[in-house]
């Protein structure tokens, strides 16, 4: 049973350009959710997708945007990139709630070091 | 107030020993609890989920859940030093008929031998 991937693993940009995160939820699971993690802080949830849909948004600007796949695989876009967006992008996938799943699983992560 | 809050230690336990790791929310619609376990450099690993009130044991790992009182604990029985790693708190509510995850910023736990 494969588990949530996340590619690639570690990517550095410069300020001002364009990132694309992808991600593939764990079998069987059909939601995914985007977190960003800071040194030293807690995920902070960016966004959730779920039926190729943006279903809820966290506290993250436009430049931020996301898109969901018919097989249920996910990217995370992010623009004019800032040396703040230097963190771990976690991806996380469930099962939507109406079918009985709770909990999230995460995949290992992208390291984004903006320069 | 922040959502959902943790010390953020370091907490020191010699090997062998219990650790005790606490969470507070502020949201008393809070519906779901998890325990998660970040080594440094990876991603978070679940270790429990709680959603009664009470307690839950898994192996060397009970997690509490006090709804009254809004907060959820985390023990580890024979603490190892492979034990040693960051444990994130994560609350669950549905609003507006989708899930909200929040999390803490953890604990930094650490097994001395």
């Known amino acids: 049973d494969a588990g949530v991937t996340q590619s690639p693993t570690h990517l550095i940009k410069t300020r001002g350009q364009q990132v694309t995160l992808r991600c593939s939820p764990k079998?069987?699971?059909?939601?995914v959710s985007w977190y960003q993690q800071a040194l030293g802080q807690g995920p902070q949830f960016i966004f959730q997708y779920y039926e190729e849909e943006e279903r809820q948004r966290g506290n993250f600007p436009d430049r931020f945007s996301g898109h969901q796949f018919p097989n249920y695989s996910s990217e995370l876009n992010v623009n004019a990139l800032l040396l703040g967006d230097s963190a771990l992008y976690l991806c996380?996938?469930?099962?939507?709630?109406?079918?009985?799943?709770?909990?999230?699983?995460f995949g290992p992560g992208t390291r984004l070091l903006v320069l | 107030q922040k959502e959902v809050e943790q010390n953020s230690g370091p907490l020191s336990v010699p090997e062998g020993a219990i650790a005790s790791l606490n969470c507070t929310y502020s949201d008393r619609v809070s519906q779901s609890f998890f325990w998660y376990r970040q080594y440094s450099g990876k991603s978070p690993e679940l270790i429990m989920s709680?959603?009664?009130?009470g307690d839950k044991e898994d192996g060397r790992f009970t997690a509490q859940l006090n709804k009254a009182s809004q907060y959820v604990s985390l023990l580890i029985r024979d603490s190892q030093p492979s034990d040693s790693a960051t444990y994130l708190c994560a609350v669950k509510r549905f609003s507006g008929g989708y899930q909200k995850v929040t999390f803490g910023t953890g604990t930094k736990l650490q097994v001395i031998p």
């Open positions: 996380a996938s469930s099962l939507d709630r109406s079918a009985g799943g709770e909990t999230q699983y």
């Open positions: 079998s069987g699971h059909d939601t």
């Open positions: 709680i959603y009664s009130n």
